[in-house]
């Protein structure tokens, strides 16, 4: 099957450039993951859906596990590529994650990055993943007939594709060592 490496558009035989990308398009053998069924390039050694071992693959080096060296991996977490053992892994939803708490915290293709008490906190720290070009998304679950600072339902998260999670994560670090001191603005503007 012919597919674009840019958008992983499929293409028929005969059109050897991606008209969306401008890209050249590669020729990929197909594999069908056995845990999530989803098609998989066979070069690939763990699906990138899952991020379990694909047993189909052409790859035959096995990784080993980043907090137990010596153990053979099952998987790497689908959030952060991290090889994980049987003991380390964590299973949601037919997906492999590592120890960190934040990363089995995904909705379907989103991670949740932070959670928020108050919604004008999560719309500020959203602008700001935005300005970064990164596409956010807020899921309230305030109840917003009565007022409630307080439990799950003043819960607000902020959540982003899970291909960005690092990146938002490590914008969300640096906020929170910069002094409002140390913000750069122009007053006369």
């Known amino acids: 099957m012919l597919m674009c490496p840019g958008c992983k558009s499929e293409y028929v035989s005969g059109v050897k450039v991606c008209p969306e990308c401008g890209l050249e398009l590669i020729n990929v053998d197909l594999v069908v993951c056995d845990n999530c069924e989803e098609e998989i390039d066979s070069n690939f050694k763990y699906c990138l859906h899952c991020g379990f071992i694909l047993k189909k693959s052409k790859s035959e080096i096995s990784d080993e596990c980043e907090n137990h060296p010596g153990k053979n991996a099952i998987g790497?977490?689908?959030?952060?590529?991290?090889?994980?053992?049987?003991?380390?892994?964590?299973?949601?939803?037919?997906?492999?994650?590592?120890?960190?708490?934040?990363?089995?915290?995904?909705?379907?293709?989103?991670?949740?990055?932070?959670?928020?008490?108050?919604?004008?906190?999560?719309?500020?720290?959203?602008?700001?993943?935005?300005?970064?070009?990164?596409?956010?998304?807020?899921?309230?679950?305030?109840?917003?007939?009565?007022?409630?600072?307080?439990?799950d339902t003043a819960i607000v998260n902020l959540m982003v594709p899970k291909e960005y999670a690092n990146k938002a994560f490590k914008l969300i670090d640096e906020l929170n060592k910069t002094k409002g001191d140390d913000l750069n603005y122009d007053e006369t503007k």
């Open 76 to 151: 790497i977490c689908v959030i952060c590529g991290k090889p994980v053992c049987a003991e380390c892994a964590k299973i949601s939803n037919k997906r492999i994650f590592c120890e960190k708490d934040e990363h089995l915290q995904i909705y379907g293709d989103y991670v949740l990055i932070k959670t928020f008490s108050t919604e004008y906190e999560a719309q500020m720290i959203k602008s700001l993943i935005e300005m970064a070009g990164i596409e956010c998304v807020l899921f309230s679950q305030k109840d917003h007939v009565f007022f409630s600072n307080i439990g």
